[in-house]
């Protein structure tokens, strides 16, 4: 049987929908890049009216200048 969809299309459609089984490497790569967005990112970019400090990505910043 040919496949119909390719493979490209079939990661962004497992990735969207969630179907990757928990402990795959898959799984795993999702959850870490969940984690690293909500660690990482400014609280400017979000417009996050309560956020007092510029994040972990300006404090890295400010130490390697």
Known sequence: MKQIVTWPALVVWRAVFWTYERATWQY???????????????????????ATDEGPV????????
């Open 28 to 50: 795993d790569l999702m959850v870490i890049a969940i984690l690293m967005f909500v660690w990482l990112t400014p609280p400017s970019w979000i417009g996050d009216p309560v």
């Open 58 to 65: 300006m404090w890295v910043v400010r130490l390697l200048q």
